[in-house]
C-alpha cells in the first residue's frame, strides 16, 4: 500500500510498540516523530486503563488519542477528552460476574468515574502487584451490587493461571467478547471481557467517524489475542515476531519486537 493510501496507523503498546520494561524504544519514537510530521496521526489501542496508558506512553513523549480497556473506551490523554464509551448492558454484566464466581474467580470492574477507575471485593483474584500498582484509582465495591448500579466498561482478572482463565471466558459466553492473553508485567495470563461485540476496531471505527478519516485505510500492529479483530479489520495488518500465533496468522507483514526498536519498520510499510 503506498503511503497516501493510509489515512491511520493504530498499534497496540505492550509487546508492540513497548518492552516489557514499558519502556519504548527511541527509534519507534522516532518513527512516531515521523509519521506525524507526515500528516498520519497515530493511535494507541491497548487493554490497558488511561493512567496506566499514561505511564508508558507519557515518558516516551507519545501521549495522544488513545482506545484503551480493550476497546470500551477512547479518549485523548493529552486532555481527557472522550470520544467513545461503550459498557455493558445491566444483564450482560450480571452475565459476566456470574461467569467468573463461577469458576471461583473475583473479578476487577473497570468503569469511568473521577474518584476510581478500579472496583474491586474483599478477595479479588488479579494479581497483588496489579492491586498495588492501581491502589490510588481504586475502589472497594459490593460487585453484585455496582453491576446493576455502574457503567461497567470492563471485566478483568491480570496475572492469573491459563487453564482457570480460560474456563470463566468460556463461561461468559455471549454476555462479552472475551480475550487471555500473556501477562508481560506480572506473569502468568490475563482475561479481559469486554461488552458484546466491543473491541479495539470498535474505538478505531469511532475514531475515524469523529474524525473524518476512512476505516478501509488503516494499517495496524498487535502482537496478541487481543488483538485479532484489529489485525482482521485493518487494510494493512503488522504483527510482532513472537506474539500470538493467531495474531502472526492475521499479519500481511512481521515486524522486530519492540525492544529492539522493531516497531521503526512500520515506516517501510507506507
Known sequence: ????AVELVVTDLDGT?????ERVHPRAVAAVHALRAAGIPLLVATGRRPRSAVWVLGPAGLPGPAIVLDGA???DLRDGRTF????FPPEAARRVLAAFTGTGLEPCLFVDRPDAELLVGPHPSTHPGHLARNRAWTATADLARAVETEPILTFAVVGGPAPLLDEAADAVGAAGSTSVTQDLLYGGFTLQVRPPGVSKWSGVVAFCDE???DPGRVLAVGDGANDL?????????CAVAGGHPSAL???DHVIGPPGAGGWAAVL???
Open 17 to 21: 510498540l513497548s518492552d516489557a520494561t
Open 211 to 213: 474524525h473524518g478519516l
Open 249 to 251: 496468522a492475521r499479519a
Open 268 to 270: 517501510d510499510l507506507l
Open 73 to 75: 473506551l477512547g479518549l
Open 1 to 4: 500500500m503506498p503511503a497516501s
Open 84 to 87: 467513545h464509551r461503550a459498557g
Open 229 to 237: 479483530e484489529l489485525l482482521e479489520a485493518a487494510k494493512v495488518a
